[in-house]
């Protein structure tokens, strides 16, 4: 992977009037910067005053100010933030709009796959966030308690969100597609006092219990003492259970009437957030977030990077177990902006669903991943057209790296070769993106306009030094106020994981690439690399050979032991309707990649199969494929959105 082949001609440019109404050039105007560079300059060079300024300018109000931004004596790694300063961010989203035009705004659209839809404004979601913080303090639960919340995509998950912060708890959300075992691991972890949970979510017409799942868990958590059920009976259990059971409906009726409870003081450093990603190997990692950490960083990228304006409707299509879950609540209510939620397939009951919501909803940015758009574009662009996209007004895009192919095909028959596709990349420790694009530079096909704001991020080789033109891991080189406050109760593991490979330098696990033109790729998990002989190989690379055929519209590609070169490629592709998987498209998918990558790089095989593994996020789970393909122990699959795509792949493995 010493070689950068990306780069590719200009494609979308902004429009003069799109530049002046954008936050990022309003922010570069009031503060003088004279130009985008400057603002990046100075961001990376001078944090404290950046931070300052963000802090102020999103109008983030403290209880008791904090006397500076950041203290370094600890080293960057435990860099603390809003030294002394007192604040609940649940204030800053709820609170603050009391009686103001906000109020009546709406901060939450939902629709659910049986076509169920609700709306909820600020003043409402204030109402009902305040009745259930005061069910959980009535229950004794409060500052410092973790309590998990393990539901569907409901405005319910919000309001459990937001009560838990209110009363100054610590957030623990749960993907909705777990089981037990990974509940019972992360709220063990953390001491959890109480779960959140639901009856279930419908996925393809298909209901999906969640009840049972919560409370064969809870059963294991020794520390557990509430098990609250939205849309529950309340009935009483037959046998002595450790922890109690509450409905939605009798949590609330706990409430004292007309109560109006006191947001609690917190520090801006208290924990406020337990997000557990999945690990290679080991227990899962629960990165620490801050009253003044996570929020702050998801509003700022939207503010910044997304360019989403009060008067919107964002729509990531995500769970609240992943990051732009929780991302999508903290950014779009500290701007004043209004989410979008939806619960069940993005497919069902027909491939036109995520466009049929755009258009009900009048939604203005639309959050995608790649995985998606090659899965939606195979149905092909009729489907895109019967709907009224008029509202959209740009796209956002995460979790994977693109392929071009897909990529063009967003941008011109859905977008109509008008609206940018705002790439984002980063993670659940950093709090939202590291690179990002923007609305004030041009883009190219699958490209990021480069750092965000206040990110100093870099490519590197092996020894540490920036390179330009060749692929490197993409590293940070100072402090960001959203980074993870390590990991919770694992200090050692927080270092070593990002830490301990350069003095004082964040190592993200990232392959990047910085073309000609200053534009920035992502080009995949340095732990997904391949070695063929001595040479690197990224995934990406391969796949994007892969869907430019035209009856390819997904794959993945990873590496299997070679007695010779040490790895040898193997393809799984999944083809469009109608496309036949026989040995003479096999044949020809080999000799493409051969051609544009050289023999050497040629895979051993091409396998066609229905569908390959990914979360409910849509991110490929390469080491999953690999460790099937290979019959290895499949570690963590907790995440794992369509587990039958495993039989497929042992199926064809060597050893079936």
Sequence with gaps: MSEFQFGGEFVWHPTPELVAQSNLQRFIDKHELGSYDELMRRSTTDIEWFWDAVLSDLDIQFYEPYSRVVDLSEGKPWARWCVGGGMNIVHNMLDKYAGTEIDNRIAIKSETEDGTTRTLTYKTLRVQTNEMAAALRSLGLGKGDAIGVFMPMVPEIVIAMLAIIKIGGIFLPLFSGFGAAAIVSRLNDAEAKALFTGDGTHRRGKFCAMKPVAQEAASQISTLKHLFGLETTGEQQAKRLPYKTHSWRDLINLAPPNSQQPTELTSAEDPMMIIYTSG?????????????????????????????????????????????????????????????????????????????????????????????????????????????????????????????DPWMWLFQNVGRGKLPIINYSGGTEISGGIVMGNVLTPTKPCAFSGPLPGMAADVVDENGKSVRGQVGELVIREPWIGMTRGFWKDRARYIETYW???????????????????????????????????????????????????????????????????????CFCVLKKGATGDVALAGELKENVAHDLGKALAPRNVVFVADIPKTRNAKVMRRIVRAAYLGEKLGDTSALENPASLDEIKRVAPQA
């Design 280 to 404: 290679t190997t080991g227990r899962p990692k629960g990165a620490v977030h801050t009253h003044c950490g996570f929020p702050i960083k998801s509003a700022q990228d939207m503010w910044h990077g997304l360019d989403l304006h009060p008067d919107e409707t964002l729509f990531w299509m995500t769970d609240m177990g992943w990051m732009m879950g929780p991302w999508e609540v903290f950014g779009t209510l500290l701007l004043g902006a209004t989410m979008m939620l939806y619960d069940g397939a993005p497919d069902f009951p027909g491939p036109d669903r995520v466009w049929q919501l755009v258009d009900r909803h009048k939604v203005t940015a639309l959050g995608i991943s790649p995985t998606l758009i090659r899965a939606l574009r195979r149905h092909g662009d009729e489907i895109v057209h019967r709907h009224d996209l008029s509202s959209l007004r740009k796209f956002a895009s995460t979790g994977e790296p693109w392929n071009p």
């Design 500 to 570: 301990s490979r350069f003095p004082d330098v964040w190592v993200h696990g990232d392959w990047a690439a910085v073309d000609d033109d200053g534009l920035w790729y992502i080009l995949g998990r340095s732990d997904d690399t391949i070695k063929i002989a001595g040479k690197r190989l990224g995934p990406a690379e391969v796949e994007s050979i892969l869907v430019a055929h035209a009856e390819v519209s997904e794959a993945a590609a990873i590496g299997v032991p070679d007695s010779i070169k040490g790895e040898a490629l193997v």
